[in-house]
């Protein structure tokens, strides 16, 4: 079935640090792709997607780059900032359109000043 | 994006007793989710909730369990029933807006059952 496997946590970065999380995936056709970040205290809240191959997911400086040759999104940012901390998800969605997301373990980032 | 609430934000309940969280959303959707968020643990789909059918239930998950109901488009509610400490979770309810294929989250039901 369709899966999704982050890079292990936690994640510990001084602030102005170059982050990546890494984000694999397994699933038949062709999914979109997701992050989402879950703040401290707060709901989940979809970060960036992409739907097809080639596509970079952007906002808040943060990138992911569906790569479909290597089942890859993985999430990058230049210059981490502590508001950044929080727990982050990748996700899944099988099919475009109407389908269950399948989430990654979470990758829980802390941005030491 | 819609605006979705849940209610309650948080409870505390006792073991053999019931809850029914709501979710109300701004506008109207063709496709409601609850999932579910076990302590330190990643969201698992509990069910898919459209208007006018029966709600579809993922592998692991019960309608006796966790009734669903969702009388029209902008509203959906899941009851826990016959809970136990293992039923302790964030509960969530998200939307697939209809013009796209993002999904949105509300802030999340905590229950701890005792």
């Known amino acids: 079935g369709d899966s999704v496997t982050q890079m292990e946590g936690p994640v510990t970065l001084s602030e102005e640090a170059f982050l990546t999380i890494n984000c694999t995936y397994t699933a038949t056709g062709y999914p979109s792709l997701f992050w989402y970040v879950q703040y401290p205290g707060e709901g989940l809240q979809l970060l960036l997607k992409?739907?097809?191959?080639?596509d970079k997911g952007s906002n808040k400086g943060f990138e992911a780059t569906y790569r479909k040759e290597t089942t890859s999104f993985h999430l990058e940012k230049g210059s981490v900032q502590v508001s950044d901390s929080a727990v982050y998800f990748c996700a899944l969605s099988p099919i475009r359109g109407a389908q269950k997301l399948v989430f990654g373990q979470g990758t829980r980032l802390t941005i030491n000043p | 994006s819609a605006v979705i609430s849940q209610k309650p934000s948080r409870d505390i309940c006792q073991r053999g007793t019931s809850l029914t969280i709501q979710c109300q959303v701004d506008?109207?959707?063709?496709?409601m989710f609850w999932y579910r968020q076990q302590p330190g643990q990643s969201l698992t789909l509990i069910a898919t909730?459209?208007?006018?059918?029966?709600?579809?239930?993922e592998s692991g998950f019960v309608i006796d369990k966790f009734p669903i109901s969702r009388p029209n488009l902008t509203f959906s509610t899941l009851t826990v029933s016959n809970m136990s400490p293992e039923d302790s979770s964030i509960y969530l309810c998200?939307?697939?807006?209809?013009?796209?294929?993002?999904?949105?989250f509300g802030p999340g039901t905590r229950l701890t059952v005792t």
């Open positions: 998200s939307v697939e807006e209809d013009r796209g294929y993002e999904q949105y």
């Open positions: 909730a459209n208007q006018g059918s029966e709600a579809t239930y």
């Open positions: 992409a739907t097809k191959a080639d």
């Open positions: 506008s109207q959707v063709t496709m």
